[in-house]
Structure formats: structure tokens, C-alpha cells
């Protein structure tokens, strides 16, 4: 019996320093991406108004989302309108990159579209997926009222037949 706690103790020393090593290197590994992502969010002059509006936009769109979470077929709309947003992100970084001195302090529309893909389309498909687990939720509640339905309907049956 001794053995085995040796064993055990030994191993679980083991997965410890596994563990630990593990988490270090990544760490270590992640460490300049974070770098870069803070880096990032420093570099914008958050204060430019078209920012804040594309914010508040971002915002009340989230609200309008959560307080019709009943109205599937309106979540619907705000679902596709957001997918035609961020399939249209493309077109509208090009549109911005070069009219940006009309509206933006500095050019922050690069030819790759990280900017416009973090600040708009990256809000965009977290909304979408908020309508898409919404709307499995209601089809679930849906699907479980159906089943209760017939079920009634079928012990009503039944009672009618034995009478």
C-alpha cells in the first residue's frame, strides 16, 4: 500500500511540474501578443467621435438584441443585418481607407483590415452568436412545449377510449 501512495505521489509531482511548465511556456509565448493587443487599444485615440458612435452603436444594438430575445422573427432580421455587415466589412474598409482625413484623425484602415475587423465585424458576429444561442433556446422551449402537447393529447385519448 506504500508503494502505491509512493507511486501516486510521485506522479501527481510529476503532473505538477508538467502543469507548471506547461503554463510558463505559454506564458512566455503569449507575452507578445499581448503586447501587441494592448498596443493596439493604446494607438486609438478613443475620444474621435466617429469612435464613439460606432461604440454607442455597437451598444444600443446589444440592448435591442437582449430586450427582444421573445421576437424570433425580429432577431432574425437583426441576425442576417449583422452577417450582411460583416460581409460587407471589406468593401467598407476600402470606402473608409480612403476618405478617412474627411472624418478620422489618422488612417486607421490598413489594407489587411485588422482595425475594422476588431471594432466593427468583431462585435457584429458576437452579436450574431448571441441571436443564434437565443434562438436554439427558444426552438428547445418550443420543442418541449410541442412534446407536452401531445403527450395531453395523447393520455386525453386514451381516457376517451376506456370510457
Not at 31 to 39: S, V
Not at 54 to 81: D, E, G, W, Y
Not at 97 to 117: C, E, T
Request: hydrophobic letters at 50%.
Amino acid at each position: 500500500m506504500d508503494e502505491l501512495k509512493t507511486a501516486m505521489n510521485e506522479h501527481m509531482d510529476q503532473m505538477q511540474e508538467l502543469v507548471e511548465k506547461i503554463s510558463s511556456e505559454l506564458r512566455i509565448g503569449m507575452q507578445p501578443a499581448m503586447d501587441n493587443f494592448i498596443g493596439f487599444f493604446h494607438a486609438i485615440d478613443w475620444k474621435e467621435p466617429w469612435l464613439v458612435g460606432l461604440m454607442v452603436f455597437h451598444f444600443v444594438t446589444l440592448i435591442i438584441i437582449l430586450t427582444s430575445r421573445k421576437n424570433i422573427n425580429f432577431q432574425m432580421s437583426l441576425f442576417l443585418l449583422s452577417l450582411v455587415g460583416v460581409y460587407l466589412a471589406e468593401r467598407l474598409n476600402t470606402v473608409l481607407s480612403d476618405n478617412w482625413k474627411s472624418f478620422a484623425g489618422q488612417n486607421y484602415f490598413d489594407r489587411n483590415g485588422v482595425f475594422l475587423s476588431v471594432l466593427w465585424s468583431g462585435p457584429l458576429l458576437v452579436f450574431s452568436l448571441i441571436i443564434l444561442v437565443n434562438t436554439l433556446f427558444s426552438l428547445c422551449q418550443l420543442m418541449v412545449k410541442w412534446k407536452r402537447a401531445e403527450l395531453r393529447h395523447r393520455a386525453k385519448l386514451s381516457t376517451t377510449k376506456q370510457d
